[in-house]
């Protein structure tokens, strides 16, 4: 079984950076999409960002012009750059890696938290 591993989490204040990685532990054929989905106590789970295996990238209003995601297909890698961070940032952010066929993969979740 396929597993995703995060990492890059941590303790940052607010108006700093961090940067989440994401590795498949093995190959997953037939990526649709990528993406970044985050966990706050008490709330749903949402959808920060996602990429394409077209490269088209989609971002929740709340991190435009904040973050960007990128991805590689070939290495199914995908990263989270996030700058300006904000305390209403602070989740649990999990990996997802979409495929046509063998449907979606999840993350363990890797926590971030901003401090004001």
């Known amino acids: 079984q396929v597993q995703l591993v995060e990492s890059g989490g941590g303790l940052v204040q607010a108006g700093g950076s961090l940067r989440l990685s994401c590795a498949a532990s093995?190959?997953?054929?037939?990526?649709?999409?990528m993406g970044w989905y985050r966990q706050a106590p008490g709330k749903q789970r949402e959808l920060v960002a996602t990429i394409t295996s077209g490269g088209d990238t989609n971002y929740a209003d709340s991190v435009k012009g904040r973050f960007t995601i990128s991805g590689d297909n070939a290495k199914i890698t995908v990263s989270l750059e996030m700058n300006t961070l904000k305390p209403e940032d602070t989740a649990v952010y999990y990996c997802n890696v979409r495929a046509f066929r063998s449907g979606t993969y999840w993350g363990q979740g890797t926590q971030v938290t901003v401090s004001s």
């Open positions: 093995g190959r997953i054929f037939g990526i649709a999409a």
